[in-house]
């Protein structure tokens, strides 16, 4: 069968989130680490790739395989909805994650925030030298919220509930972790809301799509 299921909610920023772009070009006294940012309207942005790719990390560690090595040796229910590359067992992703652009730039200028990012300064120091290293990250301030769409797919129909759930299972693990990097220093804790499955393109059943929501809805 041939049908394609969107699923659309919200990310919203609990701590700073930094997602890194290049700096190969920061002028002297420019942030040291600065955020990705959307080349037309200069927001930042979520790229797909960094949520998927930790999803898709937190769903391995949740399901371990003994003899895993890669990604392509992830668990079979993952390998079939995020895809593998080996020769042997290729499959193609069941998901498509978009990029996510800022989308409250407007409603937060009206509460004061002065920009939609914050320098963070943090500062390592030698346990040999006591020299101190300091640096400026910039991060995408909290309440800043990302609108989520990802496109399922749809080759069995037996198995959409299955997959559904554990994409559900794997935003419930990043809920509770973290998106992007320093999420030890308290960086990057997200929450998804709203988060809903409608199909637009081919025909589901009914009560599948109804399940799906409830599942996501949880």
Aim: aromatic share 6%; glycine share 8%.
């Amino acid at each position: 069968m041939f049908a394609k299921i969107e699923i659309t909610g919200e990310i919203k920023v609990v701590s700073g989130l930094h997602i890194g772009a290049s700096d190969a070009f920061a002028a002297i006294g420019a942030i040291d680490s600065p955020v990705v940012r959307d080349a037309y309207s200069d927001l930042p942005m979520i790229p797909g790739s960094s949520l998927k790719g930790k999803i898709r990390s937190l769903l391995a560690k949740a399901y371990p395989n003994d003899f895993e090595k890669t990604a392509d040796d992830d668990s079979d229910n993952i390998l079939r909805l995020f895809g593998c590359a080996k020769k042997d067992k290729l499959k193609n992703s069941r998901l498509i994650f978009s990029d996510m652009v800022m989308d409250n730039w407007t409603e937060l200028k009206k509460l004061g925030l002065q920009g939609q990012t914050e320098a963070k300064f943090e500062n390592t120091i030698s346990r040999m030298t006591s020299e101190a290293n300091p640096r400026q990250i910039e991060r995408v301030v909290r309440g800043a919220t990302f609108p989520l769409q990802l496109i399922y797919n749809v080759e069995n129909e037996d198995e959409i509930i299955e997959d559904i759930a554990l994409l559900k299972e794997g935003m419930t693990l990043l809920s509770y972790d973290y998106l992007g990097g320093s999420g030890s220093r308290g960086y990057g804790k997200a929450k998804f809301s709203g988060v809903a499955a409608d199909v637009v393109v081919g025909e589901v059943a009914e009560e599948i799509i109804d399940k799906c929501n409830d599942i996501l809805a949880e």
